[in-house]
């Protein structure tokens, strides 16, 4: 089945740095790759996605990439505000099916 | 909010008793999941449905049961056999297949502790 790893657990930037978020999935046939954020006692909330035809994916300060000959892929937040200090949660899954989650990264901004 | 609706938001279970937690959906959505949360830890499957009238056991079944006999409904019900349910509770759904958005929303959770 498939396996998602997530790197770093903790991530600690200065403000207005960017922060960078990588995982690595398994399954070659894996096709669909969100990124949740998820504040303390809340739901996750999707904040980005990538399907397995796209390259890269942009909305505003945060981009995700995907290399599915590496089968990896990266969350990218430019210009870290406070407000992004959350934990982050990649996914890995096939149409929708069987979603598979990293283990998490704490992100905290230094003001 | 996602049109995933969780109740209760804080549940208590007395030792020894069955407890049931809701979740409905008014997205359409065939695939519905049941995910356990550990403080600071990440997102573990219980069951997952696909289908009215089909599930099937995720990474950490034991303790847990579920039901779908409706699209809209899949009730997660923490026995007895559950010896440490303390945890925070997700549900999830989902479209499932090529001609879909297969995008996962969650509901607001259910804080289960025991007393």
């Known amino acids: 089945g498939e396996n998602v790893e997530q790197h770093p657990s903790t991530l600690s930037v200065q403000e207005g740095d960017s922060a960078v978020i990588k995982c690595t999935y398994s399954d070659s046939a894996s096709n669909y790759f969100p990124w949740y954020k998820q504040e303390l006692g809340k739901r996750p909330q999707l904040i980005i996605d990538i399907r397995s035809n796209v390259g890269e994916k942009k909305d505003q300060r945060i981009a995700v990439t995907l290399n599915k000959t590496a089968k990896h892929f990266s969350l990218h937040i430019t210009e870290t505000q406070p407000e992004d200090s959350a934990v982050y949660f990649c996914?890995?899954?096939?149409?929708?099916?069987?979603?598979?989650f990293g283990p998490g990264t704490r992100l905290s901004v230094l003001p | 909010d996602g049109g995933i609706t969780q109740s209760p938001k804080y549940l208590f279970r007395k030792e020894g008793q069955n407890v049931t937690l809701s979740c409905e959906q008014n997205l359409n959505h065939d695939a519905m999941y049941w995910y356990r949360q550990d403080p600071g830890q990440g997102l573990r499957l219980i069951y997952y449905?696909?289908?009215?009238?089909?599930?099937q056991k995720g990474d950490i079944a034991e303790g847990y049961s579920v039901s779908r006999e409706k699209k809209e409904s899949f009730p997660l019900t923490v026995t007895s056999a559950q010896k440490n349910p303390t945890a925070f509770y997700l549900c999830?759904?989902?479209?499932?297949?090529?001609?879909?958005?297969?995008?996962?929303?969650f509901g607001a959770g259910t804080r289960l502790s025991v007393l």
């Open positions: 449905s696909q289908i009215v009238n089909d599930f």
């Open positions: 996914a890995a899954s096939y149409y929708g099916q069987n979603f598979v």
């Open positions: 999830a759904s989902s479209n499932t297949g090529s001609g879909y958005v297969n995008i996962q929303y």
